[in-house]
């Protein structure tokens, strides 16, 4: 009697990919994190954007909040629509966990930056009051960009910068000193890379721009709408400070690495 040739079972290969390869593999959900990945959604543009029935993509967008890689926030312009938005940072660790799971040696890595020539970036940030939101993102992208990208901003309702804005902006060390709000029609007619609104009623009416450049919504509240004394508000403008910093650092690296379009002669 010939007794058959037994594989050796290597102790590793009975695990299960990691959860998050496991969710995010799903052709569905990852066409979900990509387009989150590009801007804040409601359901009804991902339905529109996928061709797939609304039933369906809620089910996935449940699945992708249980795993904390989306969140939703009701509108700021229409309570009864409601915005997902992804969180890159929670990817970004679940990836490198998975990477290093398959082997250490795999880490998450920088490519190398795209040549943008002599003419950096142009992204203008855009909200209600031009008084807060929009205000920390230009300060958090002129900082960090250290003139690579040429960030500005604007309001469709412009107010003076709000002082707990200032005093946020003074916590991460961007000067406020200078900064004035500015009403959107400032620079009809100029062109952009990027014009990012972080104010859900701006999105609704913001106008066009020359050049058709990357829109990008992030449904952000504004601070000074949960009441209170100033002091008692100052809490919401950290928070707000906080994520704003982490989507400009994404959007940052987003605009290095990625090719500038063609001139146009």
Not at 169 to 176: G, K, Q, S, T, V
Request: with cysteine; aromatic share 8%; glycine share 6%.
């Amino acid at each position: 009697m010939y007794l058959a040739a037994v594989e050796p079972v290597h102790p590793h290969d009975e695990l299960a990919p990691p959860d998050f390869l496991q969710l995010a593999g799903h052709p569905l959900r990852w066409r979900l994190l990509s387009e989150l990945a590009r801007s804040d959604r409601r359901v009804r543009e991902l339905t529109r954007l996928l061709g797939q029935p609304q039933s369906l993509i809620s089910y996935h967008l449940g699945q992708l909040r249980r795993s904390r890689l989306v969140s939703m926030r009701r509108s700021s312009a229409d309570a009864r629509d409601a915005y997902y938005s992804i969180d890159l940072t929670r990817c970004g660790e679940l990836l490198s966990a998975a990477g290093a799971a398959l082997h250490p040696g795999l880490r998450l890595t920088e490519p190398p930056s795209a040549d943008r020539g002599p003419h950096p970036a142009r992204v203008l940030f855009l909200c209600t009051g031009n008084s807060t939101r929009s205000q920390l993102a230009e300060a958090f992208m002129q900082h960090f960009s250290a003139g690579s990208v040429e960030a500005v901003s604007a309001g469709s309702h412009p107010k003076s910068l709000h002082p707990n804005a200032a005093r946020a902006m003074r916590e991460y060390r961007l000067d406020p000193v200078g900064r004035r709000a500015k009403h959107l029609s400032t620079f009809a007619g100029q062109r952009f890379d990027y014009v990012t609104t972080l104010c859900d009623k701006v999105r609704e009416i913001c106008p066009g721009f020359a050049g058709h450049p990357q829109l990008i919504h992030w449904s952000i509240a504004d601070p000074a709408r949960e009441g209170g004394t100033g002091e008692d508000t100052y809490p919401a403008f950290v928070r707000t400070a906080a994520g704003i910093e982490t989507r400009v650092r994404f959007l940052l690296r987003f605009i290095k690495n990625t090719p500038p379009p063609p001139e146009v002669h």
